[in-house]
Structure formats: structure tokens, C-alpha cells
């Protein structure tokens, strides 16, 4: 936390939102927040076996633990998609690509 000149704190997130906005793509600040809302978007065991890699131009790449995930997670990308959307309140991710990768804490 840091302190504003009224003497109010400011949450290290709002100082970061603020400074990757003005120094970073529009495509990094949006995979920063798919990032945000993926574990609630997805879940828990979904989030432990699949994390977003890449986003560009409205297709989100996913590292996936396994073929089996993917398989799985093909049949629910319509409503990953959805809850993507809907947790952003923007229709941002358009298509999901899954592949297996290293999945990230």
C-alpha cells in the first residue's frame, strides 16, 4: 500500500492497473485481467488443470494438464467462454484454443 497526497491508501493493484494501461498493449492489460477472473470463470478443477498462455485478437490460448482435460474442456469452451465474458462484463474472448503445457501456480 501507498499513500495518495490526501494521506489514503492505494492498493498496489490500482497503482499497476494504472501503469501497465499506459505502457502496455491493450492485449497484455486484457490477458492481465482473463487472468483475474479465470479461477471463478472456470472453477477450481478446471483452474488447477488448465491456465491461460496468450490472447490476441480474441482468441484466448490455454495450457492444458493433459489430453483428457482437453478433450473435456472442448465440449465447455462455449461456457467458459460465457463466463469469461460475463466476469470481464465484455465480450473479449471470442474462441479458445487448448493445448497441452506447463500450468502455472
Given at each position: 500500500m501507498t499513500k495518495k497526497k490526501d494521506g489514503k491508501l492505494i492498493h498496489i493493484s490500482n497503482i499497476l492497473s494504472s501503469a501497465l494501461g499506459k505502457y502496455r498493449p491493450?492485449?497484455?492489460t486484457d490477458m492481465t485481467q482473463i487472468w483475474d477472473v479465470w479461477d471463478r470463470a472456470?472453477?477450481?478443477p478446471i483452474a488447477m488443470n488448465a491456465k491461460p498462455d496468450a490472447f490476441k485478437?480474441?482468441?484466448l490460448t490455454v495450457n492444458v494438464s493433459s489430453s483428457s482435460w482437453i478433450h473435456q474442456l472442448k465440449f465447455l469452451e462455449k461456457e467458459i467462454i460465457s463466463n469469461i465474458n460475463k466476469q470481464?462484463?465484455?465480450d473479449l474472448v471470442k474462441q479458445i484454443r487448448f493445448k497441452i503445457g506447463k500450468?502455472?501456480?
Open positions: 491493450a492485449q497484455d472456470v472453477g477450481r485478437d480474441g482468441n470481464m462484463d465484455k500450468i502455472h501456480s
